[in-house]
């Protein structure tokens, strides 16, 4: 089993970046894929993007291809969401979560262990 936690959310203005990170404790952390998620008031959950633990291959969501960069340290236990060129329509809590499986990545249902989420706002 492994513990989450998000950290590195803000406010920040249209046009600006941010980076969130997503600690692990506990189990290999390596072994795990972490998927990023958000969920803004009254809207269902979105997939941001995910990073295999095979490889590191990223996968990323059509509303932020191109803006969003996932990466990973085993070493340091962390994975990262750099968020580049903001959108208030980016506003949501963001969480973390982290599964053993390695496909489907946008399928929630499928990550086993989540973060407590953190909250990026983005104003106009």
Known sequence: QVQLAESGGGLVQ?????????AASGRTFSSYTVGWFRQA?????E???AISWRGGSTYYGDSVKGRFTISRDNAKNTV?????SLKPEDTAVYYCAAMTYDTDHD??????????????TVSS
């Not at 990262?80 to 580049?84: A, I, K, S, V």
């Open 14 to 22: 249209a046009g600006g970046s941010l980076r969130l990170s997503c």
């Open 41 to 45: 008031p009254g809207k269902e959950r």
């Open 47 to 49: 997939f941001v993007g």
């Open 80 to 84: 990262y969401l750099q968020m580049n």
């Open 107 to 120: 399928a929630s249902a499928l990550y086993e262990e989540w973060g407590q989420g953190t909250q990026v």
